[in-house]
């Protein structure tokens, strides 16, 4: 692989990792805000350090952000609140869990210009292979694999060109 084409590699490698990186730090933000504002709502204690450990345990892949709301949600039908059980439960099932399954791959769609599709399985198979750290390492084999086929598909399309510039040649003598 020629110094330009290395180059370009390192650059989308670089580009994902940073998108990731990003990525990972608006959806806890995110997801911290909607704890923060649904424990607010309904009379939960501390909600600003509830908000602030869900951001962290967005990271978790799989339980994430219910980590926080799910046994909030049992607490508060354990005490007798049914109602801001059920809201509290919904709320998070419906609106604080999806953010990541929704914010992340429109992030990296547009950064990266990849299908969001393609970008949430990117995800989501890198965290079933590699845990946490797929959250990276998923999106950038993805980019990586995407790159290294269009430099492939590039080289095969100049090598097709210059074959047939030899053929109009060897035809033309």
């Not at 609106?95 to 990266?112: A, C, E, F, M």
């Not at 790159?147 to 003598?173: F, G, H, N, V, Y």
Request: one cysteine or more; glycine letters at 8%; a neutral charge.
């Amino acid at each position: 692989m020629d110094a330009v084409r290395w180059s370009e590699l390192r650059t989308r490698i670089t580009s994902t990792i940073t998108t990731n990186v990003y990525g990972c730090f608006v959806v806890g933000a995110l997801q911290g805000t909607l704890t923060s504002l649904s424990f607010w709502a309904l009379g939960i204690d501390s909600p600003v350090l509830w908000g602030a450990v869900t951001g962290v345990f967005s990271l978790v892949p799989i339980l994430g952000s219910s980590i926080v709301w799910l046994p909030a949600s049992v607490a508060l039908l354990l005490t007798g609140h049914f109602i801001k059980f059920v809201v509290l439960l919904a709320l998070g099932a419906t609106v604080i869990g999806t953010v990541d399954n929704v914010v992340r791959p429109v992030i990296i769609h547009k950064s990266l210009h990849l299908h969001p599709i393609l970008a949430f399985f990117a995800l989501v198979g890198g965290v079933q292979l590699f845990g946490v750290v797929g959250l990276i390492v998923g999106p950038v084999i993805l980019s990586v694999t995407i790159a290294l086929l269009a430099m492939l598909e590039e080289d095969l399309s100049d090598t097709k060109r210059i074959a047939i510039k030899a053929s109009a040649t060897a035809q033309t003598t």
